[in-house]
Nanobody, 119 residues
Framework: QVQLAESGGGLVQAGGSLRVSCAASGSTFGIKAMGWYRQAPGKQRELVASINSESVTYYADSVKGRFTISRDNAKNTVYLQMNSLKPEDTAVYYC?????????????WGQGTQVTVSS
């Protein structure tokens, strides 16, 4: 099993910055990718950004140029630096890890951290 512990988040004014972190522990061997999803009230959970073991990154169009995902493999930690925040970025942000064991991929989730951007 993989445990994901998120930190960061909070309340910020529009245009401000926040950083959220996610530390993986437990059976971290085999984690191929980590990422951040978010879910706003009344909306589906969406992928915001991800980074794989080769440090290839993906960003949703809505955050490109504003958010940066990075990974510290030694610490099994992934970071999401969020700049130029907008009220529409308000959501619960969830850390995700994808672990490959054999031919099967399992998803693990953090408990979520609230990010609120005031206008």
């Amino acid at each position: 099993q993989v445990q994901l512990a998120e930190s960061g988040g909070g309340l910020v004014q529009a245009g401000g910055s926040l950083r959220v972190s996610c530390a993986a522990s437990g059976s971290t061997f085999g984690i191929k990718a980590m990422g951040w999803y978010r879910q706003a009230p009344g909306k589906q959970r969406e992928l915001v950004a991800s980074i794989n073991s080769e440090s290839v990154t993906y960003y949703a169009d809505s955050v490109k140029g504003r958010f940066t995902i990075s990974r510290d493999n030694a610490k099994n930690t992934v970071y999401l630096q969020m700049n130029s925040l907008k009220p529409e970025d308000t959501a619960v942000y969830y850390c995700n890890a994808k672990r490959l064991v054999g031919f099967s991929t399992s998803d693990y989730w953090g408990q979520g951290t609230q990010v609120t951007v005031s206008s």
